[in-house]
Nanobody
Framework: QLQASGGGLVQAGGSLSLSCAAS????????MGWFRQAPGKEREFVAR????????FYADSVKGRFTISRDNAKNTVSLQMNSLKPEDTAVYYC????????????????WGQGTQVTVSS
């Protein structure tokens, strides 16, 4: 089970930090990812982190602004979002990857419930 939190309302240019707490799965050996879904749009990949945090991968749209990290001792994965833009407005989801190179929705399972991020202009 995955529980995402930390969303909220922020002005453009601001920052937010999302957290995802994992339970009931082998978190420390799992590749984890963040996705987002804006109203009327498909769910899209945001970022991915390897089981030990040694490798990360980002969507071009967030590269240089977002940072994914994890704490295996606390079973959490985080997403630090800086320089936020109105187009970052979406529900953000964390999920566990089925494969190490996963970027597609069907390559993930154990989805969290999502947390709303709204960026005002």
């Amino acid at each position: 089970q995955l529980q995402a939190s930390g969303g909220g309302l922020v002005q453009a240019g601001g920052s937010l930090s999302l957290s995802c707490a994992a339970s009931g799965l082998t978190f420390s050996s799992s590749v984890m990812g963040w996705f987002r879904q804006a109203p009327g749009k498909e769910r899209e990949f945001v970022a991915r982190i390897s089981w030990n945090g040694g490798s990360t991968f980002y969507a071009d749209s967030v590269k240089g602004r977002f940072t994914i990290s994890r704490d295996n001792a606390k079973n959490t994965v985080s997403l630090q979002m800086n320089s936020l833009k109105p187009e970052d407005t979406a529900v953000y989801y964390c999920a566990r990857a089925r494969i190490s190179t996963a970027i597609r929705v069907y390559e993930y399972d154990s989805w969290g419930q999502g947390t709303q991020v709204t960026v005002s202009s």
